[in-house]
């Protein structure tokens, strides 16, 4: 757009007697904030010339040159070059052999320019690019993230001092665990290092096989008895199941939900052993099924035993261990035999 100032009609002041150089301070500040960076890289635009043309062929001048002039770096006014490029790419604004010294052309929006211009140099680099992108993405300027990425002693700070900027890491972090798996495990070495911290994932995780067990029995329907034995939840069961996982649900996010965990935890395991007792036939299956459980584990201990070495191991105490053992298991069988049905 081609800048002006038009005079406020409730103004007394008297336009025709101004300073030139307020007036041309007013116009240049009107064409920053209707234009932001564009009416600078349009400057560069149309005083720089082109990679490819010499200086016989045009009245521009290098970037060398201009920044020498303008009293900066070649590199920042390449940035603003590199920004027009990219937007006479994208149609937005005419090529630069398009356009000639001191020529006035209509101007993107101010908001438009970020999408642009990135005001660092890491941002030409694979890093950077990267975090640019990530930043269009989050709806914010490029410019601000590579700033945060390129000072990260100044993001440690505000993640010490400010619990908003803390969260927001926070859940930046657990988003990028999941696509990063080197991180991953960084992150839980950290943990299994640092007692505190090893301890409150011992104590979410209990909480949370817990808050797993009631939802077990609240959206499927099943309940799991203490000799392991799997059953569909009676009706009275699951929907105090499903009362106690609304109330978990609605716990805010901070909110510990630990002695909640606990509770409803505690309730449904007195709830699924009160079920089992009342039923003599679930009762006697309960038994039954603990029994079972206990000698496989007990045929596996001793199916793991090896004797090649007993000279090396003897004890008498061990042998003496065994024959007791072996009394009891005699015990066992005989009990068993008794009450076998007779045929």
């Known amino acids: 757009m081609t800048v002006a100032i038009a005079p406020s009609h409730e103004s007394d002041a008297d336009f025709g007697t101004l300073d030139p150089e307020v007036s041309r301070d007013a116009r240049d500040f009107g064409a920053y ?177 817990r808050i797993g067990y009631v939802r077990q029995i609240a959206e499927k329907g099943q309940i799991r008895t203490p000799a392991g034995q799997t059953l569909d939840a009676p009706a009275e069961l699951r929907s105090e199941a499903e009362r106690h996982l609304s109330l978990l649900d609605e716990l805010d996010e901070g909110e510990d939900t630990g002695e909640w965990a606990t509770e409803a935890y505690d309730t449904m395991k007195n709830m699924v052993v009160e079920t089992v007792q009342a039923d003599p036939e679930l009762r006697v299956q309960e038994r039954r099924t603990k029994f079972y459980s206990s000698l496989q584990k007990a045929t596996k201990v001793f199916e793991e035993l090896t004797f090649d070495d007993a000279d090396d191991i003897y004890e008498d105490d061990m042998v003496q261990r065994l024959e007791e053992l072996q009394q009891a298991i005699g015990t066992c069988i005989a009990a068993l035999r008794s009450a076998a049905p007779q045929q």
């Open 33 to 209: 904030a209707r234009t932001g960076g564009w009416s600078f890289a349009l400057k560069v635009a149309r005083s720089v010339r082109p990679g490819g043309q010499s200086a016989d062929e045009t009245p521009k001048i290098s970037a060398k040159d201009f920044a020498e002039l303008a009293g900066c770096s070649p590199e920042r006014v390449m940035r603003y070059y590199k920004a027009w490029d990219k937007a006479a790419d994208d149609g937005l604004v005419p090529q630069f052999e398009g356009l000639a010294p001191g020529q006035d052309v209509e101007l993107p929006d101010a908001e438009v320019w970020h999408t642009y211009y990135v005001s660092r140099s890491s941002a030409a680099s694979e890093r950077g690019t990267a975090i640019a992108e990530a930043a269009q993405a989050e709806g914010i300027r490029p410019t601000k993230a590579l700033e945060v990425a390129e000072n990260p002693t100044a993001l440690r700070a505000a993640i010490l001092a400010d619990p908003s900027t803390a969260q927001a890491a926070r859940h930046a972090l657990l988003d990028r665990l999941k696509e990063d798996p080197a991180l991953q495990t960084e992150l839980a070495r950290d943990i299994a290092r640092t007692d505190d911290l090893k301890k409150a994932v011992a104590t979410e995780t209990r909480a949370a096989d």
